[in-house]
T-cell receptor, first 114, second 111 residues
Framework: SQTIHQWPATLVQPVGSPLSLECTVE??????LYWYRQAAGRGLQLLFY??????ISSEVPQNLSASRPQDRQFILSSKKLLLSDSGFYLC?????????????FGPGTRLTVL | QKEVEQNSGPLSVPEGAIASLNCTYS??????FFWYRQYSGKSPELIMS??SNGDKEDGRFTAQLNKASQYVSLLIRDSQPSDSATYLC???????????WGAGTKLIIKP
């Protein structure tokens, strides 16, 4: 069965510090991968999605970036965090080319920027 | 107008009753529709997918889709306190990998 991992689970970072969040998927090949952010009490905001190694589409212009160095690895980064970057970061995967695009989420990383 | 709209709630339902959650969407080209459950502090969990008009049942859950009226609903029968969560509606637009998300409805099941 498929499993998606995210780490760390929680993170407290000062403003201006760098960020690196990692997501890996097991049990499937060639997945579509997604990064979402959820602010407290809010809906899901799609940040990036990827349909293959090195292929990244950005949905929201901001100080975040994403990379996909391997088929089942997706990384979210920032050079300098802002207070507004605080939130719950979720990685998700779906079957590439699947008609339905059911998305399955990892456990998430709760980021607090102070 | 938001692309996917849900009543934010909270929706309070007594234990054992039917909980009814609604979602409307704006794009008539939408193809696939999903309901996710999100417990406080946890990630969303897919509970139902529906692609055709009508009802789809899975245990205590029934999803209903009406493309003509552009709404999708989720019914939870015999509601349990463990059903208390935020329920997110998501819609897949035509020929696109992305899901468009509603802001969620908070459901509270009272013992």
């Amino acid at each position: 069965s498929q499993t998606i991992h995210q780490w760390p689970a929680t993170l407290v970072q000062p403003v201006g510090s760098p960020l690196s969040l990692e997501c890996t998927v097991e049990g499937t090949s060639n997945p579509n991968l997604y990064w979402y952010r959820q602010a407290a009490g809010r809906g899901l905001q799609l940040l990036f999605y990827s349909v293959g190694i090195g292929q990244i589409s950005s949905e929201v212009p901001q100080n975040l970036s994403a990379s996909r160095p391997q088929d089942r690895q997706f990384i979210l980064s920032s050079k300098k965090l802002l207070l507004s970057d605080s939130g719950f970061y979720l990685c998700a995967w779906s079957v590439r080319g699947g008609r339905s695009n059911e998305q399955f989420f990892g456990p998430g990383t709760r980021l607090t920027v102070l | 107008q938001k692309e996917v709209e849900q009543n934010s709630g909270p929706l309070s339902v007594p234990e054992g009753a039917i909980a009814s959650l609604n979602c409307t969407y704006s794009d008539r080209g939408s193809q696939s529709f999903f309901w996710y459950r999100q417990y406080s502090g946890k990630s969303p969990e897919l509970i139902m997918s529906i692609y055709s008009n009508g009802d789809k049942e899975d245990g205590r859950f029934t999803a209903q889709l009406n493309k003509a009226s552009q709404y999708v609903s989720l019914l939870i029968r015999d509601s349990q306190p463990s059903d208390s969560a935020t329920y997110l509606c998501a819609v897949k637009k035509d020929s696109n990998y992305q899901l468009i998300w509603g802001a969620g409805t908070k459901l509270i099941i009272k013992p």
